[in-house]
Each structure stands twice: as structure tokens, then as C-alpha cells.
């Protein structure tokens, strides 16, 4: 179980500062071209780590795959859209909430009975969204309502796209997850090609985006962030099936979902992102009821 624990909590840093770099890098090279290099990179450590993996390859693994690669490419465009808007502290927690909050929902929709743990992780996770909105003191961020928005829209995709991968067959491996990072590049290409050639779809996906101030990173230092939260992120969900066969999935899970407090880490220290006491009893209560969810 040890081994099991280290490679969890190595999970949820990489994730974390996946999520930091990956945002850093869309600020200033816009969302579509940031996400693009983050996947691009995320796929090729995958398709290396599979063969040390391994998985069975069947029509259902494909299938439950692709439909994960669809809504994983929108929530990962609208969440690196709402880290880059910021306030990132206040951003990832919220993400991770709704995230937790979309299989739970599933759950319950099919029939599946709730713990009490999971109840008071639910009535935590809306106490926790409506703190993290809030601001009280002067110079402390508030939270945009576009990036609420889009938070709880990114959130849902990636919730979707953890219910479609555990559909998958058990002996699938990391193939689903392979089939998932490979769909949404291609589907990123695809954008990428309408944005060149269509002018109603650059301003369509304009969206995405809003001018930044401060200091911006230079382009090729964005783009190295992006290349680098790409490597951790194909990293992470290696780590993840690591930890996954070595230990418990409820073990796994809760450590995997404190990822967000690396992300409002770092962005304390580089961007010093100043929070409220409400605020930051509000991320703490996003943060528990992301893992009373996970452990639920």
C-alpha cells in the first residue's frame, strides 16, 4: 500500500502543476494553441508508456474511448479557458468539485445508493462553490462569472469523460485513455483547420479567450510550459494506473483529488494570488468535498 500512496500523491502534483503550466501557457499563447501543444505532448507520453503498461484492445474499449476523447477535448478547453482567466486558485478547486459532483449525479440518475459520506461531500461542495464566489476585503480577487461558467462547464466534460472511460472493459489498461487523448488531438486539429479557414469560427472561439494583464511569458516560454504541462500530464494518468493496480481505488482517489491545492501553490507563489478569508475557507471546502466524493 505504501508504493501505492507514493505514486498517488506523485499523481496529484503532476496534475496540479500540469494544470499550472497548462494555463500559464494559454494566457499568452491563447486557449485552442496552448491546449493543442499540451495534448500533442500528453499523447506521445502515452503511446510510450503503453507498452510498459499494456491493456486489451477491443471495439468497446474503442468506443467508450472515443466518446471520453470527445467531452475530455471540451472540458480541457474550457478549463485551461478558466484557469488563464483566473483567478486560478479560485478556478481549480471549483473544477475539481463539479468534476466529482457529474459521476455522483450519474450514480444516483442509474440507481445507485449514496453513503452519508458522499451526501455531506455534496452539501460541502455547494457551500464550498458559493465561498469561492465571493469577495470580501479589498485587493482580494473575485471570481469573473465567466470563469464560474466555465469552470462548471470544463468540470462536467472531464466528470463525463471519467464516467465514459469507466465504462471501458477492466482488462482495457491505459488503451481507453489512449484512444481518449488521441481523439481529442485529432478534434483539436479539426478546430485548429476551421479557425484558419473560417472566420465565423475564429470568432465563435474568441470565447475562450480575453486579453491579459500584467507580465506575460514570452511565446516560446509559453509554449515550453505547455510542452511541459503536457509531459506531466501524460505522466499523471501513468502515475494514476500505477497507482491504481498497486493499491486501493479508494486510497488512490482521495490522494489523486488534492491536485487542485498544488495548482492554488503555485499560483501563490508565481502569481501571487491574494484570497480572502472566505475565499480560502471556501477553496478548503471544495478541496474536502472533492475528496469525501472521491472516497464516497
Known sequence: MAIAVVLALLCAVSYGASDFLGAVGARRLR??????????VACLVLLMVLPLVGGTWSIETIVWGAIAGVVAILGFLLFYAALAAGP????SPLIAVVG?????????AIGER???????GVALAIVGGSLISVTRREGAPGIPRRTVVMSVFA???LGLSIVALDRAPADSGVTAAVVEIIVGFVLLGIVLLAVRLLPRAKRALAILDEEQSGPQPTIARARVASAAGGVL????????????HAGSLAVVSVLVGLYPVVTIVLAAIVHRERMSVVQLAGVAAAIG?????AAA
Open 114 to 120: 449514496l453513503e452519508l459520506l458522499a451526501w455531506v
Open 155 to 157: 468540470g462536467a466534460g
Open 31 to 40: 486557449v485552442l494553441p496552448g491546449t493543442t501543444i499540451t495534448y500533442a
Open 100 to 108: 466529482a459532483l457529474v459521476p455522483v449525479g450519474i450514480a444516483v
Open 289 to 293: 468535498a472533492s475528496v469525501l466524493l
Open 233 to 244: 500530464l501524460g505522466l499523471s494518468n501513468a502515475l494514476l494506473v500505477l497507482a491504481l
Open 88 to 91: 486560478m486558485s479560485l478556478a
